[in-house]
């Protein structure tokens, strides 16, 4: 079963287009994350949600809204697509509580910007 | 954030145990060290983690030196699997909450290859 899932594992879409990303894990967790990690391979967080209210919102354009209907799920919408947002984004999950728990995170959605 | 320095690659023999090391010289009395590797074209994985006691489980060991300025991750008998980029990070809580509400800041991390 997987823990963290993603979809769509591939996007291929044109400049100036709007998208969403999907996000949801099985493990029971309170606490969700977007990554994004640019063509350099760094790793950089976006986004993180617990209990559906926004936590951390790192610097990231307008354009990027995460949306979270449920503690299971956290989607990634997009607008107004730019050839920078090229990337793989990843999503992650960690338990709550007052311990140390590891994020658990998906296997990407690669988004190529034509 | 506190800052990690890991070299950029490494060697291993097939079945030797890999040691991977990692400087946090700025690390926080309250910063625990998490390590995570990523295979290629796959989502980090979560390895182990510590605060200042050396911990064990059954992917890898953690030493952390009494200062808590390094810390070193040993793959015991390293397999052609365990080629990945790994990454030294020092977790920072992001809220008073505590618990989950925390940013992993990913640096380059270390290639490792295993080799026949």
């Known amino acids: 079963d997987t823990a963290v899932s993603q979809t769509p594992k591939y996007l291929v879409t044109q400049m100036g287009n709007d998208k969403s990303i999907k996000c949801e894990q099985n493990l029971g967790h309170d606490t969700m994350y977007w990554y994004k990690q640019d063509s350099k391979k760094f790793l950089k967080i976006m986004f993180s949600?617990?209990?559906?209210?926004?936590?951390i919102n790192e610097t990231v354009p307008n354009r990027f809204s995460p949306k979270s209907p449920d503690k299971a799920h956290l989607n990634l919408h997009i607008n107004s697509l730019e050839l920078g947002d090229s990337a793989v984004y990843f999503c992650?999950?960690?338990?709550?509580?007052?311990?140390?728990?590891?994020?658990?995170f998906g296997d990407g959605t690669r988004l190529s910007i034509l | 954030d506190a800052k990690t320095t890991q070299p950029p690659s490494m060697d291993c023999a097939e079945g030797r145990a890999a040691n991977l090391p990692c400087n946090h010289s700025t690390i926080s009395g309250n910063e625990y060290v998490y390590w995570y590797r990523q295979i290629h074209s796959q989502g980090p994985q979560y390895i182990i983690h510590g605060l200042k006691n050396n911990e064990t489980n059954e992917m890898a060991s953690l030493i952390i030196t009494e200062d808590r300025k390094s810390s070193t991750l040993i793959l015991p008998h390293a397999t052609l699997r365990d080629t990945a980029v790994y990454y030294c990070?020092?977790?920072?809580?992001?809220?008073?909450?505590?618990?989950?509400?925390?940013?992993?800041?990913f640096g380059k991390g270390t290639l490792l290859t295993v080799n026949p």
């Open positions: 992650a999950s960690a338990g709550s509580g007052r311990g140390t728990q590891p994020q658990h």
């Open positions: 949600y617990n209990n559906k209210e926004l936590i």
């Open positions: 990070i020092v977790r920072v809580a992001v809220s008073l909450s505590g618990g989950s509400n925390y940013k992993l800041t």
